[in-house]
């Protein structure tokens, strides 16, 4: 509709009056139009991102500010910085989003991320499906190896690492400090129970054992006496 503004209204000023643009319109492309001219185009993104008024200019009489609808929507959801739905320009590709929601965590796994795909109309009939699974390797995107075009609708899925710890130990028994503790670069039984500040006196030492997981993820167990 019209609206009476001040006379130091500014395109984005101009936004508070009819409360910016709903849900279905664009947030990437507001046009200022003059006399059936479009004179500029700013992006509010830089806006809710950084605080960064780009591209803003003074209103005069008559002026437009033309919303177009929506354009290329993709959702974020998982181990990013900023979870959301976000419309995307022609030129920005997985790199450039994963920016816009403020980067990975560091809780991120690295090796993928998963999107979700509608696909497009003209590819429907030939590949005889409506959707797809794509699997992106994270690192090559983030290291500008490879460069990954967005569709409309991608649903993107970042997935975070395992809790398994690796490097460590865990000590249990007649000793007066069992816990975890640090496996190191060489770390031997010995050394293990003077961490654990000694064995306490009721310890059977003529038999201990090691439960060792091997990489195949099966276990074994060694027998061993304490005294040799």
Not at 67 to 80: A, F, M, Q
Not at 118 to 147: V, W
Not at 192 to 209: C, H, P, Q, S, V
């Amino acid at each position: 509709g019209s609206y009476l503004v001040s006379n130091s209204a500014t395109i984005f000023s101009s936004l508070y009056y009819f409360n910016g643009p709903t849900v279905n319109g664009s947030f990437r492309k507001i046009e200022l139009i003059r006399g059936g001219e479009k004179i500029t185009s700013i992006d509010l993104y830089p806006y809710f991102l950084e605080g960064k008024e780009k591209g803003d200019m003074p209103l005069q009489r008559n002026d437009v500010v033309f919303i177009p609808p929506r354009g290329k929507t993709v959702s974020v959801v998982g181990e990013i910085t900023r979870p959301a739905i976000y419309e995307v320009v022609d030129k920005e590709d997985l790199y450039d989003l994963i920016q816009i929601a403020g980067g990975v965590l560091s809780t991120t796994y690295m090796k993928r991320v998963q999107i979700d795909r509608i696909i497009p109309f003209a590819e429907r009939e030939e590949k005889n499906m409506d959707r797809t699974i794509i699997d992106i390797y994270l690192s090559e995107i983030l290291s500008k190896k490879n460069s990954f075009k967005l569709n409309d609708g991608d649903i993107l899925t970042f997935f975070s690492i395992a809790d398994t710890k690796s490097n460590f130990v865990t000590l249990n028994g007649p000793v007066n400090r069992p816990g975890i503790y640090d496996l190191g670069s060489g770390l031997v039984v010995r050394k293990l129970i003077e961490n654990a500040d000694g064995i306490l006196g009721d310890a059977y030492l003529k038999r201990a054992e090691i439960i060792r997981q091997k990489e195949d993820l099966t276990t074994e167990l060694i027998k061993f006496d304490l005294y040799e």
